[in-house]
């Protein structure tokens, strides 16, 4: 079973960079669909930035601040994480969609952001 492995997180202070990387641990067919999700504590998963065919979009809180970017000879996504703020604190997950028909959804464990002075 492929995993996906992120690293980069870690503490920052407000207004400082973060650069998130995630790679799978083996090799995925046809990778469709590449991006990341957060969760902060007491709250729903949500999207953060996604990268499909070409195009992108971002969470109304982090456009502007975060951009997405995607090495398809590496199957690798990054999130360069710009101007953060302590309400960007959260654990964030790599995922992966890929294959034929309904395809697959791949998940990483996560990775903590925290943004704090």
């Known amino acids: 079973q492929v995993q996906l492995v992120e690293s980069g997180g870690g503490l920052v202070q407000p207004g400082g960079s973060l650069r998130l990387s995630c790679v799978p641990s083996?090799?995925?067919?046809?990778?469709?669909?590449m991006g990341w999700y957060r969760q902060a504590p007491g709250k729903q998963r949500e999207l953060v930035a996604i990268t499909s065919g070409g195009s992108t979009r971002y969470a109304d809180s982090v456009q502007g601040r975060f951009t997405i970017s995607r090495d398809n000879a590496k199957d690798t996504v990054l999130l360069q994480m710009n101007s953060l703020r302590p309400e960007d604190t959260a654990v964030y997950y790599c995922y992966v969609h890929a294959g034929l028909g309904d395809g697959m959804n791949y998940w990483g464990k996560g990775t903590l952001v925290t943004v704090s002075s």
């Open positions: 083996g090799s995925i067919f046809r990778i469709l669909t």
